[in-house]
Every structure is written in C-alpha cells, then in structure tokens.
C-alpha cells in the first residue's frame, strides 16, 4: 500500500540553524501539507501545497518557513533560522484532490530537537 | 472560523468493553468531512473512520462508528470490544474546502487519551 515517507525520523540542531526536512507524498497525490504538533499539545496546520504554490498558510507559517517541490517526488520544509520554540514533531500528509476524496495521509513524521 | 473541541483528556476502559469519546465542532460550512485520527506512543497519525456531512448515514469501519449529529455539531466515536492495542491518543478533525472535494487544511482537536486495561 502506497504510503507517505519522511526523512530523517530525528533531527536535532542548534539554534539559529537552518533545518530542511524532506517528505515523499504518495506519488499520484496533488495536496501536500505540513503539520506540526508540539509535544503534549494538538495538531496544528502549517501550509498547504497545490500545482506547485502555497494555497492556504496559516499565521505560523511565517517568513522563517518556507515549502518547495524541487522535483517530482520531494516535498521538503525548510525552517531557516530554528528557535527553541520550533521543536516539536512535523508531519507531511498528502491527498489525492479527486472526487470523492478528501483524506489526508500522513507520514510517520519528523521530530526536530532544537537546542 | 471552524473550531473543533474534545472535552474528554482522559478516558479509560476496560478490555472488551465499548467506550464512545466525544467531540464537537463549530461552523458555518454545510459540506465539510469529519474525521477520527489515532496516533499511538509511536506518534504516527493513522485514520480510523471518516465522514462526510451530507451524509446522513453514520460511518463505521468493523469495531469503530461514530455518531454524527449535524444539527447538534457533534460526532462521537464509538470503539466496540476494546483491544490493548487501541490504547492511544485520540483526534477528532474537521476538513473544509472551498472548492468540493479539493485540498483544504485539517483542524484538530486538542486530543483524548485512552487506556485500554486488561
């Protein structure tokens, strides 16, 4: 069964250092998205990714974040300056955007440690 | 702005037993999904049941249903013969798009805890 990949599992860098972490949504899927779940508290959206631009961010997404599809299988999320606050565990969900179907699906997600 | 709450933090129930956590949400959207995510101590998101607002019949995936009341914006999950592996977090979620059936972003819900004792 097709399934949503994300690498590396664990991530720890120093504050103020930049951070790309990579996804590989399932391959005939058209909607990407980034979540972040800092630990002990609920999922909250990031950005969503359409026909190759952003179609809906939200107010944590700010200009530290940016999202690219570099080729036709990646998905990555570059946060450029880290800060304490960003650790927390990142998830890339993907979805097909036919008819019929609105589920996402996630990947196993990234845990970013930021020291 | 649609917001989705779970009252319950915690909840338990014993192995074989039925436990239903609830959860509500709040909009001015009439085509919307709803769904119920589990993410066990190993932090995956895996979906367990979803369902679409104009349907009126209640969803169900073998020991998982729910109850979805869209008058009353509720939709409860209803785990029938609770097994040990059950034992997780629970997230309800709301799904909306301006365009039908295209992406469109998940919001969740602050999560229940369940413990599912032998």
């Known amino acids: 069964e097709p399934e949503v990949t994300q690498t590396p599992s664990h991530q720890v860098t120093q504050m103020g250092q930049e951070v790309i972490l990579r996804c590989v949504p399932i391959?005939?899927?058209?909607?990407f998205y980034w979540y972040r779940q800092i630990l002990g508290q609920k999922v909250e959206f990031l950005v969503s990714?359409?026909?190759?631009?952003?179609?809906?961010k939200s107010e944590i997404f700010d200009d530290q974040f940016s999202v690219e599809r570099p080729d036709g299988s990646n998905f990555t999320l570059k946060i450029r300056s880290t800060k304490l606050e960003d650790s927390a565990m990142y998830f890339c969900?993907?979805?097909?955007?036919?008819?019929?179907?609105?589920?996402?699906?996630f990947g196993p997600g990234t845990r970013l440690t930021v020291l | 702005a649609q917001t989705v709450t779970q009252s319950q933090p915690e909840m338990s129930v014993q192995e074989a037993e039925t436990v239903t956590l609830s959860c509500t949400y709040d909009?001015?959207?009439?085509?919307?999904?709803l769904f119920w995510y589990k993410q066990p101590p190993s932090r995956q998101m895996i979906l367990v049941i979803r369902?679409?607002?104009?349907?009126?019949q209640n969803a169900t995936e073998n020991r998982f249903s729910v109850n979805f009341q869209k008058a009353a914006k509720s939709f409860s999950l209803k785990i029938s013969d609770s097994q040990l592996g059950d034992t997780a977090m629970y997230f309800c979620?709301?799904?909306?798009?301006?365009?039908?059936?295209?992406?469109?972003?998940?919001?969740f819900g602050q999560g229940t805890e369940l413990s599912v004792k032998p």
């Open positions: 969900a993907s979805s097909p955007g036919t008819s019929g179907s609105f589920e996402q699906f």
């Open positions: 391959s005939n899927h058209l909607y």
């Open positions: 990714f359409y026909n190759n631009e952003i179609s809906e």
């Open positions: 909009t001015s959207e009439n085509n919307y999904y």
């Open positions: 369902q679409e607002a104009y349907k009126q």
């Open positions: 979620a709301f799904g909306f798009s301006l365009i039908y059936n295209q992406g469109g972003k998940l919001i």
